[in-house]
């Protein structure tokens, strides 16, 4: 069974700076995908990346840029010049490539709840 | 990607009673998710719906206790039955995008068991 940790239930940053959210994953599969969800207030998840494991270059959707370090089972997002709409719980979460049975399952942190500050 | 309008988007329900929350899907899907989301707390996944079949419930969940139905291929409901004040959680429906997407997910339920 897959595991995901998000090892900081909170964070904040200022307005206009950068912070770098961790995750990190327990598997044994190795063709995989890891997504970064956000959920503000209004309880929407908001698809806001995700890597596909066997390409080794970083995704990059605008501000938001991931770290992915397959060997080390790391996948960290980099929220740069930070907004206040940025504010919201972050969850990472993990899918086996395979098709079939559970392997559609999402795997999920427990979140990481950011505060931008103006 | 799919567009999902889920409904009601909250409720109050007393203890006891039944919920039924609907989940519609513009475009045709072959797998539906329900997932529901404690106070604070990750979402975990209660159990996969697909159209023809039984839904696949996870460890911890039972139909009786949550029993889905998928009539087509754009439409799911999930009960929650017999509610207790534990049963208070916001419950999401999702969908799976083409494969390796990103998951498509509705607004939620937030359910307040009294």
Redesign the interface.
């Known amino acids: 069974a897959q595991t995901v940790t998000q090892s900081q239930p909170e964070m904040s940053v200022q307005e206009a700076e950068t912070v770098t959210l961790s995750c990190t994953y327990d598997t044994s599969e190795n063709n995989y ?1 890891l ?1 970064w969800y956000k959920q503000p207030p ?4 908001i ?1 806001v990346i ?1 890597q ?1 494991a066997y390409k080794q270059q970083n995704a990059t959707e605008n501000r938001f840029s991931v770290n992915f370090q397959k060997a080390a089972k790391s996948f960290s997002l980099k929220i740069s010049d930070s907004q206040l709409g940025d504010t919201a719980m972050y ?1 990472c979460a993990f ?1 086996a ?1 395979n ?1 079939g049975g559970s392997n ?3 795997t ?4 990481t709840l950011l505060t931008v500050n103006p | 990607s799919a567009v999902i309008s889920q409904k009601p988007s909250r409720d109050i329900c007393q203890r006891g009673t039944s919920l039924t929350i609907q989940c519609q899907v513009d475009s045709q899907v072959t ?1 539906m ?1 329900w997932y529901r989301q404690q106070p604070g ?5 209660i159990a ?1 719906a697909n159209q023809g079949s039984e839904a696949t419930y ?1 460890s911890g969940f039972v139909i009786d206790k949550f029993p889905i139905s998928r009539p087509n291929l754009t439409f799911s409901t999930l009960t929650v039955s017999n509610m207790s004040p534990e049963d208070s959680s ?1 419950y ?1 429906c ?1 969908v ?1 995008g083409r ?7 509705g ?2 339920t ?1 359910l307040t068991v009294v």
């Open positions: 995908y997504f209004s309880r929407q998840m698809l995700r596909e969850f899918k490539e098709s559609y399952k999402l999920f942190g427990k979140g | 797998m998710f707390q990750s979402l975990t996944l996969t996870e916001i999401l999702s799976v494969l390796g997407g990103g998951y498509t997910f607004s939620g937030r």
